[in-house]
């Protein structure tokens, strides 16, 4: 990105909503516009490089008056409020797990290509307050989401960053549906995470997706759902556990993002990074469109 045509094209504008991923070569630059015409910063994201990134200019924000808030989308509104439903529950919880899955639905080709980008590097939890690195996959288990039940397993989403900070809970893990033969094969990821990360399986891979791009379909849009689990636990080993039911992740993105953007515009936002929780709350996720507390247990 030519960073003098951002600040041309932002010098007029409140605020800006970025979608192109993957967002670890969009949103540097994006951001850095935006210090300079103190335009309000929003994105998309899941990326856990890029909510670090974000937060690395706080106080560059604060300074020129901003709003830095990346995961803006079904990455991490859902999951960031519902962290925040069950602290505000049981404030003393020392861990915290999160786990979604869909049911007709398919991941956006941004998330594909974020996926692709991160191919070889394992996964990422939250111990102990720090980013410890894990095998992806490192720990699986099944999850009744109401409407089915899964098999999940651990992968580095964007809260095992964005939820301490929205939350202040230590310890954080981050599951999601998937195929348990696919989870038995990554048993094995030491013998070819080495082949995952050379440029040219990434290129590949890339061009596939290109080639045999799944666009979004009516049907995925509106009748695809998608169901976000959480649960907290503190040292006396009670636990809160909370489920709710969503639309399609591509439309809740649509919701979610544009809902934060028109509360932007009103006047509603905080300076510096924020996470959609800390300024909006989590019951924020609650007045969405097609959104459903369907399960509470203390």
């Excluded at 290129?203 to 849009?221: F, S």
């Excluded at 509106?222 to 649960?231: C, I, M, R, Y």
Aim: hydrophobic residues 40%; glycine residues 8%.
């Amino acid at each position: 990105m030519d960073t003098a045509q951002l600040k041309a094209a932002l010098a007029q504008v409140p605020v800006v909503l970025n979608d192109a991923g993957p967002f670890k070569y969009t949103a540097k630059p994006m951001i850095e516009a935006c210090l300079a015409t103190k335009t309000h910063y929003l994105d998309i994201t899941g990326e856990i490089d890029t909510f670090a990134m974000a937060r690395g200019y706080d106080a560059k924000a604060k300074d020129a008056g901003i709003m830095l808030m990346p995961g803006t989308g079904f990455d991490v509104v859902p999951t960031d409020c519902l962290a925040k439903l069950l602290h505000n529950q049981l404030p003393d919880a020392t861990h915290l797990q999160l786990a979604f899955d869909t049911k007709g639905d398919a991941f956006s080709v941004g998330t594909i290509y974020t996926m692709i980008e991160s191919l070889g590097e394992g996964g990422l939890v939250r111990e102990n307050g720090k980013l410890i690195r894990k095998p992806l996959g490192h720990k699986g288990q099944r999850i009744d989401f109401g409407a089915k039940k899964s098999f999940v397993m651990t992968i580095p989403w964007g809260d095992v960053y964005t939820a301490y900070y929205s939350t202040g809970i230590p310890n954080i893990e981050v599951f999601t549906g998937m195929k348990k033969p696919f989870y038995n094969v990554l048993k094995f990821q030491l013998l070819y995470n080495w082949f995952l990360k050379l440029a040219f399986v990434k290129n590949y891979l890339r061009k596939q997706v290109q080639k045999n791009a799944a666009r979004a379909t009516e049907k995925q849009l509106e009748q695809g759902a998608s169901f976000v689990w959480g649960a907290v636990t503190n040292d006396k080993g009670i636990s809160v556990t909370q489920l709710l039911s969503l639309p399609s992740t591509k439309k809740l993105t649509a919701i979610a993002s544009l809902a934060i953007l028109k509360q932007v515009l009103e006047g509603n936002f905080k300076i510096g990074f924020q996470t959609p929780s800390m300024v909006y709350g989590g019951e924020f996720v609650l007045e969405l469109e097609g959104v459903k507390n369907i399960k509470n247990n203390i």
